[in-house]
């Protein structure tokens, strides 16, 4: 969702409100019941939720209209990027890159954790 909303082709209001509803479902979901999962699994959905809310909060900042003033003034309180350029390929090499890592990884802890075979795996993706 994050992927699309933030994409070149614009902002819409139901791509912001679908990606809160299903990260909001998600998390809650993950706090109740993540005394079930190891360490090394927590903390990549810790990180996972962690890069989700920032690029959700980045790609909310750069859809509004904002004055230059008003933009480094909500940036320097930030770990962020600071220009608009800047903050736009942050956007786009979180999406592209570290988030679908970091979902990846998360595949395959849940994979071993539900001891699914690589075989089982191979099937489904021919």
């Given at each position: 969702?994050?992927?699309?909303?933030g994409s070149p082709f614009g902002y819409?209001?139901?791509?912001?409100r679908g990606f809160e509803r299903r990260?909001?479902?998600?998390?809650?979901?993950?706090?109740?019941?993540?005394?079930?999962?190891?360490?090394?699994?927590?903390?990549?959905?810790?990180?996972?939720?962690?890069?989700?809310?920032?690029?959700?909060?980045?790609?909310?900042?750069?859809?509004?209209?904002?004055?230059?003033?008003?933009?480094?003034?909500?940036?320097?309180?930030?770990?962020?990027?600071?220009?608009?350029?800047?903050?736009?390929?942050?956007?786009?090499?979180?999406?592209a890159k570290e988030i679908p890592n970091?979902?990846?990884?998360?595949?395959?802890?849940?994979?071993?954790?539900?001891?699914?075979?690589?075989?089982?795996?191979?099937?489904?993706?021919?």
């Open positions: 969702m994050l992927r699309v909303w819409q209001e139901e791509q912001r990260y909001d479902e998600l998390y809650r979901y993950y706090r109740a019941h993540s005394l079930w999962v190891d360490d090394q699994t927590r903390e990549r959905l810790d990180a996972f939720f962690k890069e989700a809310r920032e690029v959700h909060h980045t790609i909310s900042d750069l859809q509004e209209s904002y004055s230059p003033e008003e933009w480094n003034e909500i940036q320097s309180s930030s770990d962020q990027p600071q220009t608009k350029v800047e903050a736009r390929a942050w956007v786009r090499e979180k999406v970091l979902m990846e990884q998360l595949r395959e802890d849940f994979r071993e954790i539900l001891e699914i075979s690589d075989l089982r795996d191979r099937a489904t993706r021919s």
